[in-house]
């Protein structure tokens, strides 16, 4: 993810519409991504992950894409609902010798009832 | 079956004390990851242990230290502590030594230093 200091990016929805969030990550050695959720006051839960030999995973409500051409990110919820507001963050494994996380800064996203 | 679970969940301490926080994985995980987080400065790796070793170390001070034991579990502990060392400390378990598997994360433990 982006490993730069903390601007972080806000994205506001309705509630029902569709969220896109989005991660550019900097190694292309990278073969592991999950994206986690925050809300205040709690640790990072784990909501999807993808390898890099997929493109596309889906979950419960949420997609993840990986388009490792241009090293980016999406997740992709349906159906927002005020329960997803929280603090998003893709994280990305740095290849096989890597043992250790880095994080993306965080979408922080609000859904507008 | 619980989760990530981390003790104590909020402390205050005075600078130049040290403090120690536990992290018990999830039941089974051998791998333990411990991360700050801070608002300026996000999620920031620390270490990460299995098996009782060391296996990575991040850019932190020596005075940043932890270790894990024969039963997963695992702590940090932080000397000669420093206004900056307030941050949300968390942990994280992985089942096996496989990095590209899931990481659980526990609550943190919220350290402010005064």
């Known amino acids: 993810g982006e490993s730069v200091g903390l601007h972080l990016p806000t994205l506001s929805v309705q509630e029902g519409d569709n969220s896109i969030i989005n991660c550019a990550y900097s190694n292309s050695a990278s073969d592991y991504f999950i994206w986690y959720k925050q809300e205040s006051g709690k640790g990072p839960q784990f909501i999807i992950d993808?390898?890099?030999?997929?493109d596309k995973r889906q979950g419960q409500r949420v997609t993840v894409l990986l388009n490792k051409t241009v090293k980016h990110l999406s997740l992709q919820i349906a159906a927002t609902q005020p329960g997803d507001s929280a603090v998003y963050f893709c994280?990305?494994?740095?290849?096989?010798?890597?043992?250790?996380?880095?994080f993306g800064s965080g979408t922080q996203l609000t859904v507008l009832p | 079956k619980a989760g990530v679970t981390q003790t104590p969940r909020y402390l205050i301490k005075t600078r130049g004390q040290q403090v120690t926080l536990s992290c018990s994985p999830i039941?089974?995980?051998?791998?333990v990851s411990w991360y700050q987080q801070t608002p300026g400065q996000g999620l920031q790796f620390l270490f990460e242990y299995f098996s009782e070793t060391q296996r990575n170390k991040g850019n932190f001070p020596g005075r940043f230290s932890g270790r894990q034991f024969s039963n997963s579990r695992s702590e940090m502990n932080v000397s000669t502590l420093e206004l900056g060392d307030s941050a949300l400390y968390l942990c994280a378990s992985r089942r096996t030594g496989e990095t590209n598997t899931e990481a659980f994360f526990g609550q943190g433990t919220r350290l402010t230093v005064v």
């Open positions: 993808i390898r890099s030999n997929m």
């Open positions: 994280a990305e494994n740095e290849g096989s010798s890597a043992r250790q996380l880095t």
């Open positions: 039941s089974g995980h051998r791998s």
